[in-house]
């Protein structure tokens, strides 16, 4: 399946709308008068036999006017026979009474037959026709169709990409009161892709959304206010827009509303109650959840304690490349906590957390190099991936990478070095560290100048203002 369609799922909820468009029968032709007369007269009780399931009926009544051709009746008739009511479903005749309705203009069926195309239903799959389709459906103010064309631009599926355009699509969209482009429009106001963050307008259009019953929606209202952005802190609101979304199973919603009974946050804690909505958000797949999950079970917070639940609970995160997890499963190879000690599949898991860029996980793959666990001793390999967890502000990596570079192991013997990385580790929290870089780091000032000693601190303060800075 292309990238393109993977993306675009959530739009199916949208469906096809059954608000009938407005008839004209402007036609020079007299029979073509009296069809199209004799048509409005019937297509309310073909429309009012849709509304009552009596799809047999409606399938008689829109395939006659159909075959007469009556746009709104052809356009019908392949809602029909896509969905199956009154007929066998069959996607080639709904594609091929789509085509009849969108040659005569029919901006509904242009959006449907659009959809076809995107997802290749009933015709051949033609991303460049579909965005024709939904070009000239948008033209006549086709709301789905605006949030189709919004949607490609943001994402340039078919299009050069252009959030700007992206933009202006979603906001025509969402001034006809759209959901998917409402909650859309927010985020892009939320993050600031066009412009600066503007949270004001994020948080208006999260609201209208919310209004239409848009889950992410919800919870994006909950997260404005659990951090006070673009409306006062209120930790009780967020509490009640993450129930709301929760209770439309939106997993991340399940999972922040679990984290607020566990911690107490805008409700009364509440263990019992922070375990439902955890364990749900866990069933659905969320890594995050599943993680957490492990760490209740691995510990018998408001669960059983049961180290092999645990690992699974870890293993299904990990498997989603959630690098807490992947560190986790680390952990319990190599303590062997409900199962055998096994150091090379605790560095296989570290290291893999590595990777996608966890500082513990990088600096115990430099301490498994270093040490030859699980893996051949590497001291360069060591060194490389202590500088990757120092350079993030993990002190215990600074520690050991000051006394590498003291001693040249795997490295270069750098006195400078030693003493940018052992002066970070002496602001650690941990006094054991900090003693110990202390020691080091004045041993080595011993035998250097002021300059070097003001040079090192001056690096020193660089790398600490940049790992501080993003957060670490």
Not at 365 to 387: H, I
Not at 406 to 430: C, H, M, R
Request: glycine residues 10%.
């Amino acid at each position: 399946m292309k990238k393109w369609m993977k993306c675009v799922g959530v739009i199916t909820t949208l469906g096809l709308t059954l608000s009938l468009p407005v008839l004209s029968f402007s036609d020079d032709n007299p029979l073509n008068y009296f069809q199209a007369k004799a048509a409005a007269q019937k297509l309310p009780e073909a429309y009012m036999a849709v509304q009552n399931k009596e799809y047999d009926k409606a399938f008689e009544i829109y395939k006659r006017y159909a075959e007469g051709g009556v746009p709104v009746s052809q356009y019908m008739l392949a809602y029909l026979y896509q969905n199956g009511f009154g007929t066998p479903k069959e996607n080639d005749l709904a594609a091929a009474w789509y085509t009849k309705a969108s040659d005569a203009g029919l901006p509904a069926a242009q959006f449907a037959l659009g959809m076809m195309r995107y997802y290749g239903i009933g015709v051949s799959q033609d991303l460049t026709a579909a965005v024709t389709l939904f070009t000239q459906a948008a033209a006549k103010n086709n709301p789905l169709a605006e949030y189709m064309l919004g949607y490609l631009y943001a994402h340039g599926f078919g299009v050069i990409q252009n959030l700007t355009t992206a933009m202006n699509w979603y906001t025509k969209a969402a001034t006809q009161g759209v959901p998917q482009a409402q909650y859309n429009l927010g985020l892009m106001y939320y993050l600031g892709q066009v412009g600066n963050r503007e949270y004001g307008k994020a948080f208006n259009w999260f609201n209208l959304a919310s209004q239409r019953g848009s889950a992410k929606s919800k919870y994006m209202l909950g997260l404005m206010y659990s951090l006070g952005q673009g409306v006062g802190l209120d930790k009780t609101a967020a509490f009640n827009w993450y129930k709301q979304a929760a209770d439309q199973k939106l997993s991340y919603a399940q999972y922040n509303l679990g984290i607020a009974y566990y911690n107490g946050q805008g409700t009364k804690a509440n263990l019992a109650l922070a375990i439902i909505p955890l364990m749900e958000a866990a069933n659905q797949g969320l890594p995050r959840a599943q993680y957490f999950m492990g760490y209740l079970t691995s510990n018998g917070i408001g669960v059983a304690k049961n180290p092999q639940k645990a690992l699974e609970w870890y293993m299904k995160a990990a498997e989603q490349s959630f690098s807490e997890a992947q560190f986790a499963v680390g952990f319990v190879f190599q303590n062997g906590i409900g199962v055998p000690k096994d150091d090379s599949q605790a560095f296989k898991w570290y290291y893999t957390a590595a990777k996608e860029g966890l500082a513990n996980a990088q600096y115990m793959v430099g301490l498994f190099y270093q040490k030859g666990m699980g893996t051949p001793s590497n001291n360069q390999l060591a060194a490389y991936w202590y500088t990757k967890a120092a350079e993030q502000g993990m002190d215990n990596a600074q520690l050991l990478l000051g006394v590498m570079y003291t001693q040249g192991e795997g490295i270069p013997k750098d006195f400078k070095l030693a003493y940018v990385w052992l002066n970070l580790a002496s602001t650690s929290s941990n006094a054991e560290v900090r003693d110990a870089a202390l020691k080091l780091r004045d041993g080595l000032a011993k035998g250097m100048s002021e300059g070097e000693i003001n040079a090192a601190r001056q690096q020193s303060q660089d790398y600490y203002n940049r790992y501080t800075s993003e957060g670490r």
